[in-house]
């Protein structure tokens, strides 16, 4: 069967959606369209890119996520040095080394930039907090006077996981007509994490026609991640640890929000078994029980879905 999919953003949990991605393979679903937020936008990435879940498992356990923690050792300085990190770059990490990573795995599958993409093929959500608006990403640079086909995915990928004060923003500066008469302070735009918006992007896609194989129109799927991190309180020992605990709050309660009656029955829910969106020293133990997770939940749904559903 032929399904949409939508992937949801959860940090270091996004492994367990490459579970799901492996039962999916197994009930003998194909990938259309994707799309996702922020961890989920690297699954949907490498869906459109042409990776399985078995090299998306293999990805996995060969990446240790600590790896994307990278600043200069003077802000590692104790107490004063990440502070003052976010004081000056608006971050704890750079995420430069996240895009450098994804840059290289899709270019292995030879995706650059969405040209290289089969139009409309992947959707990404990033949030605009210098005009307060949702991106989906290629279409909306166009409002940013940038040119979506040129844009590279690594960097659409980097915006949509810029988790506010953990990485820092994805600065980009409009172009063309749309910037005509502005002054130069304000031709930059301020570009984070897209749950801050739209966590788990539904609405992207309605069940559509697929003009290709002129069948019945093509059911959306929700890929979605549920459970607290650990149910223990957050230490809240300043402004950083402070924002922390706001923004793993603001996620869990994109986690466990309604979802409309119609679409219960197209979401796969994984449990994300207690660990937390920011927990990138995890271990590979940790790292297994999230992707057994995911195929577990991803085999109970398809061992019973139907589109009729």
């Known amino acids: 069967m032929i399904i949409n999919a939508v992937f949801e953003g959860g940090g270091v949990k996004g492994i ?15 990938f259309n369209r994707v799309a996702g937020t922020s961890s ?22 060969m990446t240790p996520f600590a790896s994307f923690l990278k ?45 290289d993409l089969p139009e409309g093929k992947l959707l990404i959500i990033a949030s605009d907090i210098t005009n307060g608006k949702i991106l989906v990403l290629p279409d909306d640079l166009v409002k940013l006077g940038i040119n979506p086909a040129k844009f590279e995915v690594s960097k659409a990928i980097r915006m949509s996981t810029s988790i506010p004060y953990f990485f820092d923003p994805v600065i980009l500066r409009m172009t063309g007509e749309v910037v005509r008469g502005k002054p ?55 402004p950083i640890t402070m924002l922390q605990a706001m923004f793993e709050t603001m996620l869990s309660a994109h986690d466990e929000r309604y979802i409309e009656q119609e679409k219960r029955f197209r979401t796969i829910k994984i449990p994300t078994m207690g660990v937390g969106t920011t927990q990138f ?11 057994d997770s995911g195929v577990q939940a991803g085999t109970k749904f398809f061992g019973s879905w139907t589109n009729d559903t």
């Open 40 to 61: 989920g936008s690297i699954v949907a990435a490498l869906l459109a890119a042409g990776y399985t879940a078995d090299e998306m498992s293999e990805i996995v356990r």
């Open 71 to 115: 600043r200069a050792p003077i802000f590692n300085m104790k107490l004063i040095g990440p502070a003052l990190r976010v004081m000056i770059k608006k971050g704890l990490y750079s995420g430069e080394a996240l895009e450098y990573w994804i840059h290289n795995i899709l270019k292995a599958k030879g995706v650059t930039t969405f040209a």
């Open 16 to 30: 367990s959606l490459a579970g799901a991605v492996k039962s999916a393979e197994d009930a003998g679903i194909i």
């Open 281 to 291: 020293h995890i271990t590979p133990e940790q790292s297994k029980v999230l992707y």
């Open 184 to 238: 130069f302070v304000d031709q930059f735009v301020y570009i984070v994490d897209g749950g801050l918006l739209s966590n788990f992007p539904l609405w992207l896609f309605g069940d559509v026609p697929n003009s290709i194989l002129e069948s019945p129109p093509i059911p959306t799927l929700g890929f979605q991640m549920v459970g607290r991190a650990t149910g223990k309180p957050h230490v809240i020992r300043g």
